[in-house]
């Protein structure tokens, strides 16, 4: 006759916690915290998602490639910046500066240039569908095979704007189209 022996129940309790504490151990690892890169130093390919850096100075940076997800950076100040291929889709650039900013390919479909200034930025092949750019400066802007529709352009100026037909360049007074 073989022998049944019962663990202790101090015995049960601590294999189900070390139990438990290695499937949360486990499970950490997997999952990586929302606002974990918002301190990274910008850089190509830096992942700034759900990131405030809204006032912030970023003049001259360099972060192409780089994923701005649903960030804000309304007051913020880019001028210069090299932000060609940025994943920047829902952003919010309301009041910012980008003068002649490189935001070449990049995907910014519903971001918010609100009040934006634009001026001189190369826009070309972005996709800005469904963005508002309500009261933009958009002047002297690249704006070549971007992708416009559903956009808000009301009052945007687009005086000396290349159109994204690449050879038409936007008059003097051109608010909410290129004229």
């Known amino acids: 006759m073989t022998r049944y022996h ?47 850096m809204n006032g912030r100075q970023f003049q001259d940076i360099d972060i192409q490639n780089g994923i701005v997800r649903d960030s804000s950076f309304s007051r913020a100040t880019l001028d210069r910046a090299n932000l060609s291929g940025l994943d920047g889709r829902r952003a919010k650039f309301m009041s910012a500066s980008l003068k002649n900013v490189n935001l070449s390919g990049a995907n910014l479909i519903d971001a918010d240039f609100t009040k934006t200034d634009l001026s001189g930025a190369d826009l070309s092949h ?52 290129c004229k």
């Open 6 to 52: 019962r663990p202790s129940p101090f015995l049960a309790i601590r294999l189900m916690r070390f139990s438990a504490l290695l499937w949360a151990t486990f499970l950490m690892g997997l999952s990586v915290p929302a606002f974990a890169g918002c301190s990274d130093a910008p850089r190509p390919g830096v992942e700034w998602t759900r990131c405030f």
């Open 126 to 177: 972005a996709d800005l569908r469904g963005a508002r750019l309500f009261q933009t400066n958009l002047g002297g802007a690249n704006l070549t095979r971007a992708r416009l529709e559903d956009a808000d352009l009301y009052r945007t100026d687009f005086t000396g704007a290349t159109w994204i037909d690449g050879t038409t360049i936007c008059a003097e007074g051109s608010i909410g189209t």
